[in-house]
DNA sequence: CCTCTTATTGACAATGATTTTCATTTCCGC
DNA sequence: GCGGAAATGAAAATCATTGTCAATAAGAGG
């Protein structure tokens, strides 16, 4: 299941060429529903394309995150993670263990915060004449494992 | 002004003690309101006690966050920020600029999100069993002297 | 105020994720 | 198919953060 064709035109759009590397991490992203770290994508990757470099991947996920088809995020433990914007997942947020660092997705109570989210969003846009195209949201804390245990 | 002496209870409170390159650290944190990262802090630091070194700025730095009194933030830039959890600003989220990297913090709007939030927080401690400390709230785009402009 | 135990420190080395460099290869409009 | 720009890969470079370890200092108890 290749990518599909459409992102042959966003790439396009913005001057830039589609390519078996970019298509290899795509595809990669679009099969998952976890937090991609830029290395996980490339041990993917490289299972089919053995030749793709890591640094490749570096280069592809940073562009795909400048055309605002990929979120980049940082869960604190070091080394930033990417998700699919258009993902199967629907939109979601992040509760994240500080002591553990795992991290659990939540769509649940979505839709009042995003609510509230628009209306903010075209507050502050408007107040900072700034142009807001994402947002994020992370709950910090301990998760079950880590509650009342000890710390690391 | 140093810093008040129930930092020193705080610290005792967890086995911990108070020294002198602690108290320049949170004496820095106390008097900024900006966003510093580990080295800001350590440069300002370094002015009144030359003797300090980055590596204790970063062990205080973890120290602090551990401890709930320092909120430790990515924007993305390579480099972690610190902001002190009871400063002088009141509770804030921000706007992080994606192309120069400028952050704005707004607590206008504060209020609603965080009465959203208090419920949120409730719901999702329950539902996932998790101890729920603090929140981070980020949007994302271009501030106005990027936002026609060119990338990077 | 002195002592002793233990946390803390600082200099330096080490780590590890991400970037840069540059010669080579690949895309794709013509 | 051709050519020039865009993209790639390997290796080196960067740079924030962490680990090591011997030397130092905090502070509880005497």
Redesign the pocket.
């Known amino acids: 299941m290749p990518c599909p064709p459409w992102w042959?035109g966003k790439?396009?759009d913005c001057?830039?060429?589609?390519?078996?590397?970019?298509q290899a991490v795509i595809d990669v992203l679009t099969a998952t529903s976890e937090h991609l770290?830029?290395?996980d994508i490339y041990f993917e990757v490289h299972k089919v394309?053995p030749?793709?470099?890591?640094?490749?991947?570096?280069?592809?996920l940073?562009?795909l995150a400048q055309m605002g088809m990929v979120f980049k995020f940082d869960f604190g433990d070091?080394?930033?993670r990417y998700e699919l914007v258009e993902g199967t997942k629907k939109h979601h947020h992040h509760l994240v263990c500080t002591n553990c660092g795992r991290v659990i997705d939540y769509s649940d109570f979505i839709e009042e915060e995003v609510k509230l989210f628009n209306q903010v969003e075209k507050a502050l846009s408007q107040k900072h004449n700034f142009e807001i195209t994402a947002h994020q949201v992370q709950f910090l804390g301990r998760c079950n494992n880590c509650k009342g245990g000890n710390n690391r």
Not at 15 to 22: D, F, L, S, V
Not at 51 to 60: C, E, F, K, P, S
């Open positions: 042959h790439f396009r001057g830039c060429r589609m390519t078996i590397p970019r770290s830029a290395e394309y030749a793709i470099g890591l640094t490749t991947v570096y280069r592809t940073d562009l070091g080394r930033s």
